[in-house]
């Protein structure tokens, strides 16, 4: 076979020996001119079948065309038999007129009164047969009939009008009898009513224009039933909204986004005409504009039912999307319509609202969730530049996040896109409170990320698995401080369209009345950014619990323990030469410092964010020992005897951490309200087994400048100090808590004391003085 197919090529192709079979080209490739000549030969075959049937319709057209013409030749038929039929009465009538006439001249003959003169008797026929013997409105009546039967409608409009005016005219002067005046206002009244009937059932056709309804309209105003000619314009408007909504339904599902506000032009466009109509047929009146109102509900009624049945997936962006569009355009065409009387946007946000909150919270569920899906991803702590951001000016345009920060930011995004101006106004609150619970949520995925300790009330459990942890200071640092950039900057900047809206209304004069509990007006900006806030201190109280536990339970003598005050080989720390605070308050001080200097660099131009944390850290030590009843107990312990040497060092502790705090020129006056309550706890527990604090406590500036100097040693990370600490420049209740305060340590920066020390040394056990040495 393979010989013979070759054989087959050489004789075809005899000078290209190089050609492969067919067969192979089309299997290696696929002609771009192959696949145009397909496409070529199918439309010529749908050309064709298009040719085919066009012959078809055309034959078939045809046909009735014939069988119409035949239809035609046999109506002519029947009219000629009918013409022969109508002369053949005629013959039939003058046979009996003659008849008549011979019978009425024999009668006369055969008469014997004399007195009686003879008459021709065609013209006595003539004179009763005469119209003039006839009664007037009897003759109206009969010409109202045929112009009636004949449809002959503004003829008879035109006769019945002349007519009511004649008789008006006439009336006073009238002979005649009240019966017959009643009789024929009876039966004036019947052709009137056949009159009406014919109008209104010439209005309801549908393929009358609106010129022909006005006229018919027009007809039944001037016969006095404006009422019913209201009616059935409405009706009528009613009927071709009907059908262009109809018309429409099937692209719903084609254009998902702007269904809502193609069905919203098309029926308040026809309560605008029917609005207009009537105005311009019937006059400006209330009874006209409460009809119109009932209309034009039941139509928005039906609307609100389409929007909710042709509506994409609740939870999808187009439904979102499509929903938002609606409000606008639906609220603006009622804008336009309460200028001319109709007040329909009340009733239309009764109706739409309840799908508009549905569509609001699946949405909202929809991207929760995204959030979660985010936190699981490797990458989260991925720092990528917020570039392309359409935020507001405000915000600088070199900002860093990490991956999950600006995915949450991309989110958020996504869902402002789809927001209208008049979404804004009736539903802001509710979609700036959804912001909150959604920034809440990515406050809980970072929480789950932070690895802590399980004993954390405030952590929320959950089942949802998390496929990374932040084990390291600068993974930790840098997703809080993108949590603190989204709730500081990127996400006020990113609704701020939202309070100029309501900034916008206030200065205009405009009222929350009418909006509902959603509005713009139920969300003020200091409340909006205080529950930001709260967010952020569940994460950053997070953090500073998890760290500062970590250090509190390390092993070995830097465990900060209440036993250590009870071991100390000095009966005084009054005659030490060099006093120290205790092993865990100098680690906690190394640990500050290396955390400050992680935080310079992770938090660069964050100053106050790192002052947040570092301040909240030495609070959250001193409540732990507040707070901690297991660390007290021990000094109730009756087996043990308490030295005034521990109570001494408990208090140098503690104004250790206020000048860790004023060293670090972060805010200090929490820390030593917590300072002076465990100072008093712990003076009460000594009191109590017999230990004298007047004799045993020093002054308290003692404790300060022993601090200082502590601060000092530790900073320079030698046993002695090469340089005395300058002279208190401020009193502890004198310094301020501003980025300009300053220290006794004045010649040593923040930064400088902060991050002075090598984290090597920092890891390093002889970094920390024991006091006991």
Partial sequence: MESSSEEELEEDFPGHEWITPQSSIRAAYQSQTEKGIR?????????????????????????????????????????????????????????????????????????????????????????????????????????????????????????????????????????????????????????????EDQLVRYSEQPSLSITELRKSLSGLIRIGKSSLAHQVLLRAYGLRLQKSVEAFLPNCSIYTETYSATLSHIVFSAISKASKETTTLLGDSPMNTNRIIQWAEYEIETFARLVKEN????????????????????????????????????????????????????????????????????????????????????????????????????????????????????????????????????????????????????????????????????????????????????????????????????????????????????????????????????????????????????????????????????????????????????????????LASVAGDVLLGKEKTQKVLLSRLTETVVMWLSNEQEFWDVFEDQSVQLQPSGLQQLILDMHFIVEIAVCGRFPHRPVQQLVSAVITKAIAAFSARDVDPQSALPEDEWFLDTAKAAIHKLMLGTSGSESEPQEHVAQHDEISDSEESTSTLSTIGSEDSFASANNDDLESPAYFIDPET
């Fill in 39 to 195: 496409k070529i030969c199918s439309e010529l075959l749908e050309l064709k079948d298009a040719i085919e049937n066009l012959c078809g319709n055309m034959q078939s057209k045809y046909l009735a065309f014939l069988r119409i013409s035949e239809e035609v030749v046999e109506a002519e038929q029947e009219l000629i038999e009918l013409q022969k039929h109508v002369s053949a009465q005629g013959i039939l009538v003058q046979d009996l007129m003659s008849g008549v006439c011979r019978e009425l001249d024999i009668w006369h003959k055969s008469s014997k009164d004399e007195d009686v003169t003879e008459k021709d008797f065609q013209t006595e026929l003539d004179e009763i047969l005469s119209d003039d013997t006839q009664d007037p409105n009897v003759i109206f009546l009969d010409k109202i009939d045929v112009l009636l039967a004949e449809y002959k409608i503004e003829e008879a409009l035109l006769a019945l009008e002349a007519e009511e005016k004649k008789y008006l005219i006439t009336d006073e002067s009238s002979k005649e009898s009240n019966a017959d005046i009643s009789a024929f206002k009876i039966a004036l009244f019947r052709r009137k009513s056949i009159l």
């Fill in 311 to 594: 509506s994409p997936l609740p939870e999808s962006v187009s439904a979102l999307r499509s929903a938002c569009i609606c409000i606008q355009t639906s609220l603006s065409h009622c804008s336009y319509l309460e200028s001319h009387g109709l007040k329909l946007s009340k009733l239309l946000m009764i109706l739409l609202r309840p799908y508009i909150e549905e569509v609001l919270d699946l949405n909202f569920r929809r991207v929760r969730r995204k959030i979660v899906d985010s936190a699981r991803n490797d990458d989260i702590l991925l720092i990528t530049p917020q570039e392309g951001s359409p935020l507001s000016g405000t915000v600088a345009p070199n900002i860093m996040l990490t991956s999950s920060g600006k995915k949450f930011m991309s989110i958020v995004n996504d869902v402002l896109d789809q927001v209208t101006p008049m979404t804004i106004v009736h539903f802001g609150g509710t979609i700036l409170n959804k912001f909150l619970q959604l920034f809440d949520r990515y406050v809980e995925t970072l929480i789950k990320v932070l690895p802590g300790p399980s004993e954390d009330d405030n952590l929320v459990e959950s089942n949802e698995p998390v496929e990374f942890k932040a084990e390291s200071d600068a993974q930790k640092l840098t997703l809080i401080g993108t949590a603190y950039t989204v709730a500081d900057e990127l996400l006020p900047a990113a609704v701020s369209k939202f309070f100029d809206v309501q900034t916008e209304k206030k200065g205009t004069g405009g009222s929350s009345e009418g909006l509902g509990s959603g509005s713009i007006y139920s969300m003020e900006y200091k409340e909006w950014k205080h529950h930001l806030q709260h967010s952020l201190d569940k994460l950053r109280d997070h953090f500073c619990r998890q760290y500062v536990l970590s250090f509190i339970y390390l092993e070995g003598k830097s465990r900060l323990d209440a036993r250590m005050y009870l071991e100390r080989k000095s009966d005084d720390l009054l005659f030490d030469s060099d006093p120290l605070p205790s092993l865990p308050f100098q680690a906690l001080f190394g640990r500050l410092q290396q």
